[in-house]
């Protein structure tokens, strides 16, 4: 019995991964948009760190090179941890878009699994993404990654995916509840997070309030973690304090988040949300 | 997956006094007095309503008269305000998960990733329902080609389709997930008289083969006296009348006999094209 439910949720699972191949495979066009958007985007930011030399910095000096792959690195990231948290926040007002909301949540599947399936989609959707940025930033750029642990930035990149996901399924519940300003309210709550969470900058440089914001921002260990494991060779057992924490907070948003989102559904469907809207 | 029609006793739709109202102020709302009050709606009013399993039941009434709004507490998109709403004996509230499992829903507005095609739409659609292996592919071509939709189209964006096309997909996917309860709101609303035809055969064939019990909401008179077993007027909310489309028309279509349009102005004071009139103003 247990076998077959789980055989069950399995299959709608691969449901949505599928789902979304196939999506992003029809708005190729778009995609390949977004993805020249972001890989300009970040190699704006390549530049700008190469541009500091006018600003007293000698070109080829190693806090250039630093500077230049800190921004880097934050900018890489940000394309990356964005677009996943765009894409889980948005998979409820695309559905209301399309008008297949009342379908997806009309069928005999956990609600788990529906989130899950999303997010799953949206990682490996993002990964690949953020590799093909990578990649471009490894051509053009002379990186120095000579004292780079990869292993490190690995498990801390990994440790990441789970708050990352309960803060996507936190900002999904905006368009659920409200169709007409969701989606605005979501991309606030991205913009918010990239300022709080230390993308370009040390969050230290913050004001008091935004700074204690930034210390709860999951997003700011990611960053610090990654960038010193890439930057100064952070070792595995350093990296530990920073894959606790996420994991930590990645252990309370992900159910948190999901019991948020059976309380808003719960309302939407109460109040008649479950609509398609557009 | 699917309830056989024999194996049942329970009733495929059991309502008692089910009452829903949108529009009512909230708590967060009543700690907003700035802003503008909204006049509730009163969609449905203590409706009970019995459907037998393996019929074709439909529900004709106007716009706004709450039938959508009936199919979709059905769907458990909806929770009612008050009242019991049970499919084949398990609550939609309580029990919707096990609903669920048993219903599938045909809206007015076929709904669709617009860019994916048919087979795409449908392939995800039967994954939500434990299918999608081996053999989905070969249902899904025999199930359009009953529809009369040409199976070039299956990998053509829906996009493309035409409206009625969509619309038997939409059919066709519902039928793939084998629901023993099927919700069908205005399937034929907006279909040129060839593709109702086609959809209008297919419920025809359904209820021959007694495959499903089906819910049919219509707007359509003669698709209820020609489909359904019995019917059900809905007006404002409530129910005025059910009973066998001949029933109907013998008790309440006036003296001289009539039509089953003649049995719903008698019993609404209205014609149903008056509503889409005033719709339209």
Known sequence: ?278 | MAIRVSDLNAAAVEIESISKRFGQVGRMRQLMPWRKPTTPKLALDRVSLHVDTGRITGILGANGSGKSTLIRILATLLTPDAGRACVFGYDVVTQAADVRRHINRVSVEASFFKEMSPWENMLYAARLYGGGGDGTRSRVEAMLERLGLPLDTLDKPMKQLSRGQQQKVAIARSFLTSPSLLLMDEPTTGLDPRSKREVQDLVTSIRRDRAATVLLCTHDLQEAEVLCDRVVVIDHGRVLAEGTPADLIRIHAGPDGGSLEDAFMRLTGKRLEEDEEEKEE
């Not at chain 1, 990649?135 to 440790?159: E, G, K, Q």
């Not at chain 1, 994991?247 to 059976?262: H, Q, T, Y």
Request: hydrophobic share 55%; with cysteine.
């Open chain 1, 1 to 278: 019995m247990i076998g077959n439910s789980l055989r069950w949720e399995l299959n709608a699972f691969t449901g949505f991964i599928e789902r979304q191949k196939n999506l992003y495979r029809r708005y190729w066009a778009w995609e390949a948009v977004w993805l020249l958007y972001n890989l300009v985007s970040v190699l704006s930011i390549g530049y700008l760190a190469s541009g500091l030399s006018t600003l007293g910095l000698e070109p080829g000096h190693s806090n250039l090179q630093q500077a230049q792959l800190y921004l880097l690195v934050g900018a890489l990231l940000w394309t990356y941890l964005s677009m996943v948290f765009f894409e889980i926040a948005f998979a409820i007002t695309w559905e209301r878009w399309e008008g297949t909301i009342e379908y997806t949540f009309m069928a005999p599947i956990r609600r788990l699994t529906h989130l899950l399936g999303m997010c799953a989609a949206s990682l490996i959707y993002g990964i690949a993404r953020a590799a093909l940025i990578g990649l471009a930033l490894v051509f053009l750029f002379n990186l120095d990654l000579s004292h780079a642990n990869y292993w490190a930035a690995l498990a801390i990149f990994a440790a990441a995916t789970l708050p990352l996901l309960g803060l996507g399924i936190f900002t999904s519940i905006l368009p659920l509840l409200s169709p007409e300003k969701g989606e605005q309210m979501a991309f606030a709550v991205q913009g918010v997070l990239l300022l709080i969470s230390g993308v370009y900058y040390p969050i230290t440089v913050l004001p008091g309030p935004l700074h204690l914001a930034g210390i709860l921002s999951p997003l700011t260990y990611t960053l610090d973690g990654v960038r010193e494991a890439l930057l100064h060779g952070l070792s595995l057992t350093g990296a530990l304090p920073d894959v606790g924490i996420l994991l930590v907070m990645g252990i309370v948003l992900v159910p948190a988040s999901v019991w948020c989102f059976g309380r808003a559904e719960e309302r939407a469907k109460r109040l008649g949300l479950l609509k398609r809207s557009g």
